[in-house]
């Protein structure tokens, strides 16, 4: 199966929906997680700043780093994972 190509603009708005915490950088979006209970999340998440696609490899890293299966992350790309369903995957994979 194929794998779904995600704009930046679609990263941009999900890492904002689960509450990205941005630091300061030029080039990219970057920045942490921070979980319900307070605790900055690992590792440290990043996309570049622009229009057009994601490189697959970045959505893989994105992905990694999130935690999630190929159909979690696709949920989450398209608006449709809550913030707080995401953080309930995340808990039960640590």
């Known amino acids: 199966m194929a794998r779904?190509?995600?704009?930046?603009?679609?990263a941009v708005s999900a890492l904002e929906k689960l509450g990205l915490k941005r630091s300061n950088a030029t080039h990219?979006?970057?920045?942490f997680?921070?979980?319900?209970?307070?605790i900055k999340l690992f590792p440290p998440l990043s996309v570049?700043?622009?229009s057009g696609d994601l490189p697959p490899r970045?959505?893989?890293k994105?992905?990694?780093?999130?935690?999630?299966?190929?159909?979690?992350?696709n949920e989450l790309?398209?608006?449709s994972m809550k913030k707080n369903e995401y953080f309930k995957i995340r808990e039960s994979r640590e």
């Open 4 to 10: 779904k190509v995600f704009s930046k603009k679609q």
């Open 28 to 31: 990219h979006i970057r920045g």
């Open 33 to 38: 997680l921070i979980d319900p209970k307070g």
């Open 48 to 50: 570049n700043k622009g």
């Open 58 to 60: 970045i959505q893989r």
């Open 62 to 73: 994105l992905q990694k780093g999130l935690r999630l299966d190929d159909s979690e992350f």
């Open 77 to 79: 790309f398209r608006c």
